[in-house]
């Protein structure tokens, strides 16, 4: 009997501590039921799309080139998809200003459709060859980041209102850090499945986990509550007010927001001249097979989890301006030290520090996005932002492409260094933080 007892109350220990962890820590308790319960879904819900994000980001790119895709064609695809966003970001915001029904749109967008394409990809060796079956691959990738992009300002706007502004950073930082966990464990454990499979069968397989991931995120997507924050009044707002002259007057009324688009389109444009090409030369010249590409995602993914834990809370502490300023002088460093590198081997602890520094800058740049974001119009804002984004990511990923046909990919990766330095210096100068994270921030000091 008494071990009975001690079963239910290590078994009630466990689920009070998984409890916590769900819902950003005991903070949580102050909060009403439904917060807490909206909380521990919206925690499921990212654990289990980043195992299935994880598998599309570090494997795709070998895909494609295990169906006998060029550098210029892996370009394309993420140029392509990058680009979608620019078609798609407005719409999925007019829907939500329009609708207030964020979270059907998010569950139809990511929660259907893009999981259907992802579905598709795992079968496309089995009915095309050759360049239809890139073609076809970059198509279904191109439709599943569309999707995405089209939830994004729900997405984002409904996030705003589930996480409470007070404890934004530890309960992202708690929720990356189990994000980077399932990561992490996904990546090495698809790689080695690759690796003993073989092309392109095992990346089929890899693809069929990604989708089985994604369901299991969109079902716990689904219990989430979503508040009234997006009523008919707030709607009216954006009735007819999506032309391209309102969408330029939202940007010339809040100089900072645009000057802070304008920094984000240069940083990322600088980032996505290298981001799809790492993976390519750890193949192409450091001879890393997939299981080793999985291994190096895979050191990322642990140096971010302490860093998910100490960032969260400096980012309550400081404010994410200043966070971001601090990781966002450290990252243009890391494409430069690939210079160095002359074994696959050596990748590992520039993506250490990669790893380590990028889990900061991703919680600071999220909450800094809300916090400058008026709750009104928070769907709009973040449309324009993406927009800017990704219209420069497709720029620079082609770029990118290009580039590395005529020159090197070590070329691509020292122009996209210099690019990260001057997007930093252009943030430290001239962007400012919001008068409620100021004030916010201040007082808690």
């Known amino acids: ?66 169906l006998g895709a060029s550098s210029a064609s892996i370009g394309l695809m993420a140029s392509l998809a990058s680009l979608s966003a620019v078609f798609l970001l407005i719409p999925g915001a007019v829907l939500v200003e329009r609708t207030g029904k964020r979270k059907e749109i998010v569950l139809i967008s990511s929660g259907i459709i893009r999981r259907f394409a992802l579905l598709l990809l795992a079968f496309i060796p089995l009915i095309l060859s ?48 189990a994000m980077g966990i399932a990561a992490m464990i996904t990546t090495y454990l698809v790689g080695v499945l690759i690796t003993k499979i073989g092309p392109p069968e095992g990346y089929q397989w ?14 716990f997507f689904f219990r989430i509550t979503e508040s009234n924050s997006v009523d008919a009044t707030k709607s009216q707002i954006a009735k007819s007010s999506y032309t391209l002259t309102a969408l330029i007057s939202t940007l010339k009324t809040d100089q900072n927001f645009m000057i802070y688009c304008g920094y984000a389109a240069l940083w990322t444009f600088s980032i996505n001249i290298a981001a799809p090409f790492f993976s390519v030369y750890l193949v192409q010249n450091l001879n890393a097979t997939a299981a080793i590409v999985g291994v190096t995602a895979l050191i990322s993914q642990m140096a971010a989890l302490p860093a998910q834990k100490l960032f969260g809370g400096l980012a309550d502490k400081w404010g994410p301006r200043k966070l971001m300023m601090v990781t966002g002088f450290i990252i243009p460093i890391l494409p430069f ?67 590395s046909n005529f020159t090197s990919l070590m070329t691509v990766f020292i122009l996209s260094g210099i690019g990260r330095i001057i997007a930093a210096a252009i943030f430290f100068k001239f962007v400012h933080p919001s008068s409620e994270e100021e004030s916010f921030f201040r007082y808690a000091r």
């Open 206 to 219: 890899a693809l069929g986990l990604s989708f089985f991931f994604g369901i299991i995120s969109t079902s």
């Open 1 to 66: 009997m008494k071990t009975i007892d001690s079963i239910r109350r290590l078994n009630a220990r466990l689920g009070m501590s998984v409890s916590w962890l769900a819902t950003g820590g005991k903070w949580a308790i102050e909060f009403p039921k439904e917060t807490q319960r909206n909380l521990k879904y919206f925690f499921f819900d990212g654990v289990s799309a980043s195992a299935s994000d994880s598998i599309v980001t570090t494997y795709i790119t070998l895909y494609l080139l295990a």
């Open 337 to 403: 030290l690939w210079s160095l590198t002359r074994e696959y081997w050596h990748v590992y602890p520039i993506n250490a520090i990669g790893g380590f520094i990028w889990a900061g800058y991703g919680i600071g740049s999220f909450n800094f996005l809300l916090s400058i974001s008026p709750s009104e119009q928070r769907a709009r804002y973040t449309a324009l932002y993406q927009i800017a984004v990704a219209g420069s990511a497709a720029i620079g990923a082609a770029l990118g492409g290009v580039v």
């Open 130 to 177: 050759g360049n239809s079956a890139v073609f076809a691959v970059i198509a279904l990738k191109v439709v599943m980041d569309g999707m995405g992009n089209l939830g994004i300002p729900a997405w984002t706007s409904m996030i705003a209102d589930i996480v409470p502004l007070s404890r934004r950073g530890r309960f992202f930082g708690n929720r990356n850090m």
